[in-house]
């Protein structure tokens, strides 16, 4: 317990450890694991693809560099990387050491991890796992682009190492801070920006004979901890209250009977298309606070309550919970609102803020934000819909790997063998829409869990269903399904799941996928809305269209001015930042971002050839009535910042030696400023200090180099800055 006291659990057990690899090496009368043909196979593959000595199993100071402990780190880390990949976890840095451990004392070929892996795991365990063999081909590419980037990294950390002790050769101890603008740590750089595990950074110290100050490094962990901390204060916040074993054993041991919530699924639908759910009338059987059972809880107390029967939906599936309210039995005026509702054990907590004392025994009428609900229920059948539709364009390699159903909006994440692309997403949406224009039917079963399994086209996640499951099927009847000649499953949307749905597709409206972004190598993750959210993305796409193909007719008018140039340039740049964070349909964003990359490349290309132009004209006007060159202080009239710079420019080559100022007032009270010093021969004039001075004059700042600077202030009177700028000039030339 947090004050460091022991408690015992409500059950008891003794975990032996007898996992499947130390059954074997029993029954096979081996002295390790090692030994098994559930290791030998792999550890002979080893020896052939690296080309090191045989293993010998071989310990402690027999194990001469440490050979024999890279083959098992490589035998241990390729099984665990092909099934975890097959299951849609991905590899991040976190067994990064050993990696590299295994890398620097066997020395193997590239690709080592994914041919040993084609040889030897999808043989041994491919039969038990059969997603092996199914996802063979995202296991092989992930190994590979993770070998690369993880060795890739590996260097780019090794030469941050280096050049760190370089700076210092006589510290034994790693300095704890680079001098950048921060005074970043350097391991808490290595470890945030490559992805470095602390004790990796400490090893790849130790073999250059340096240690990692103890200081810096305890800094760093408390750090880290008090981050996973906060993120998982936040996250247990969001997920509100949850019954530990503690009372989920004294709920037991008391008898109070677990939540009937099968009036979550009560609500009919009118001809006219609206909802309808039945009152729900409930007692309350416990309340739960500061984790522990009580029987009242006083007013304005944040608590959990049992109730012996619920209408409202716990999150669960991917589906986050109902709201809504109850109130007190002949007592209309007080109303106790229901922010979320877990479940645990059978039991559903409802989470409220008691508006008066609450107690076991209480009569109470619940009713439900039907509006919430009804948001839920479309976004939720949108995503069924969307995983179908995911599989009919993409192949069945598309794979939910998650999911996440709000009132707002769905997201769903798949496995991609590639990046999503603009026509597909486009094909996604129309396969929805279609099944959304059917208006078909929604039924719904409970079935036997190896009867519904037995379906074909079922589609479901990596998790453990409950038996009897419950089967979701659109357009077609659970019964029709559950035949064994029946095919049409197939080209319909079947999965297995507890959400609440709606009773027909119709209610969805639309269906408009908004984000597609890589999650992590060979996951790609949706979002997606649906109704009148839906309607609004697509009317917001067709106007940003509108507006992309004004600016394209504008753009092929041949006689545009400088400022008109300058104008569309700013304008293209604007609808740039529109598109590509406005709520429309990506595939329409991917297509106009394409657009408008090209519009902006033409529009920089036609300003820069004008502003030549007209800077060319202006420089050769500066040097007509400038009889001495040497200096150059002026004011001219220019539309933007570049075009003074590149009057400047031309006026330096057209007259080589030249310190050339000028200033330019725009209409705003704005004043740009770009000055350049001669290349040669070289005086004490430095152009970015000359900038700096003549801009501090205006309130304003400055920056360049020695050769070059530009800047900008505010001023409605330039002679003081002229006359700053000419007396710095001669000052330091």
């Not at 950074?201 to 073999?207: D, F, H, P, Q, S």
């Not at 609450?358 to 059948?381: S, V, Y």
């Not at 049409?488 to 969805?508: D, F, N, P």
């Not at 080589?656 to 009270?669: A, C, F, I, M």
Request: hydrophobic share 40%; aromatic share 6%.
């Amino acid at each position: 317990e947090a004050d460091k006291s022991l408690r015992l659990l409500p059950q008891q057990h003794v975990d032996t450890g007898m996992g499947l690899e130390r059954l074997v090496t029993v029954l096979q009368g081996k002295r390790s694991n090692y030994e098994t043909d559930l290791f030998s196979p792999i550890l002979e593959a080893i020896s052939k693809v690296s080309g090191a000595p045989k293993y010998q199993g071989l310990l402690g100071e027999e194990d001469v560099g440490h050979i024999d402990m890279a083959y098992r780190v490589v035998a241990d880390h390729i099984r665990t990387l092909c099934v975890c990949i097959a299951d849609g976890v991905y590899p991040g840095m976190s067994g990064a050491e050993a990696v590299r451990f295994f890398i620097r004392v066997l020395k193997p070929p590239p690709q080592f991890l994914s041919s040993l892996g084609l040889r030897t795991v999808f043989s041994i365990l491919g039969e038990t796992f059969p997603e092996l063999e199914r996802e063979q081909r995202q296991v092989i590419n992930i190994l590979n682009d993770n070998e690369e980037a993880f060795l890739s990294s590996l260097h780019r950390g090794r030469r941050v190492i280096d050049r760190t002790l370089l700076q210092d050769e006589a510290t034994k101890a790693f300095p704890g801070k680079f001098q950048l603008e921060e005074k970043m740590d350097v391991a808490w750089s290595l470890h945030r920006n490559l992805g470095f595990p602390l004790d990796l950074i400490g090893m790849m110290l130790e073999e250059r004979g340096v240690s990692l100050d103890k200081l810096a490094l305890e800094l760093l962990a408390t750090e880290e901890a008090e981050r996973k901390t906060r993120n998982q204060q936040e996250e247990e916040e969001q997920t509100g209250l949850k019954l530990d074993v503690h009372c989920l054993a004294d709920l037991q041991r008391g008898g109070i009977p677990c939540t009937n919530d099968s009036p979550k699924y009560d609500y009919t639908m009118a001809t006219d298309g609206k909802y309808a759910f039945r009152p729900c009338s409930a007692t309350v059987l416990m309340l739960y606070k500061d984790q522990s059972l009580h029987s009242q809880i006083d007013q304005g107390q944040r608590c959990g309550v049992i109730l012996d029967q619920t209408c409202y939906y716990a999150e669960q599936g991917g589906q986050s919970s109902d709201q809504g309210y109850f109130i007190r039995e002949n007592q209309q005026e007080l109303l106790f609102p229901v922010e979320s509702v877990q479940v645990a054990g059978g039991y559903v907590v409802h989470e409220v803020i008691t508006p008066d004392v609450l107690r076991i025994g209480d009569k109470l009428q619940l009713f439900l934000d039907e509006a919430h609900r009804l948001a839920c229920m479309a976004n939720h059948t949108a995503t069924h819909l969307l995983n179908f539709a995911l599989r009919q364009v993409l192949g069945e390699s598309a794979a939910q790997r998650g999911s996440h159903v709000t009132a707002e909006r769905l997201r769903f994440d798949v496995s991609t063998m590639a990046p999503v692309s603009r026509e597909q997403l486009y094909e996604v949406e129309r396969v929805i829409k279609d099944r959304i224009s059917q208006d078909q039917e929604v039924h719904t079963a409970l079935v036997p869990l190896s009867t519904a399994k037995c379906v074909n086209g079922l589609r479901t996640v990596d998790e453990v269903y409950p038996n009897p499951v419950r089967v979701v099927s659109v357009g077609v009847s659970v019964d029709e399904t559950l035949r064994k000649d029946f095919q049409r499953a197939m080209w319909t949307s079947v999965e297995l799941c507890c959400g609440t749905h709606l009773l027909r597709t119709g209610a969805i409206q639309d269906v408009v996928i908004i984000t597609e972004r890589p999650l992590a190598k060979g996951i790609t993750r949706l979002i997606a809305i649906t109704r009148e959210e839906a309607k609004q993305a697509r009317e917001t796409g067709l106007r940003l269209a509108e507006e992309v193909e004004s600016v394209t007719e504008r753009m092929k008018t041949k006689s545009l001015c400088l400022s008109k140039s300058l104008r569309l340039s700013k304008e293209v740049g604007i609808l740039t930042d529109c598109v590509d964070s406005a709520i429309m349909p990506q595939w329409q964003r991917k297509e106009l971002q394409k657009k408008l990359k090209s519009l902006q490349r033409a529009a920089n290309t036609h300003v820069r050839k004008l502003e030549l132009t007209q800077a060319a004209v202006t420089a050769h006007t500066l040097l007509d009535k400038h009889a001495d060159p040497s200096l150059i202080v002026d004011v001219v009239s220019v539309d933007s910042l570049s075009l003074l710079v590149k009057v400047v420019n031309q006026v330096c080559e057209k007259s080589p030696g030249s310190s050339v100022l000028l200033l330019s007032k725009q209409d705003s009270g704005k004043v740009f400023c770009a000055c350049q010093a001669p290349k040669e021969p070289r005086t004490d004039l430095s152009a970015a200090q000359w900038a700096l001075v003549v801009c501090s004059t205006m309130g304003g700042n400055a920056g360049g180099t020695d050769i070059v600077a530009k800047g900008s202030g505010t001023s409605h009177n330039l002679d003081r800055a002229l006359k700053a700028a000419v007396n710095f000039a001669r000052a330091n030339r």
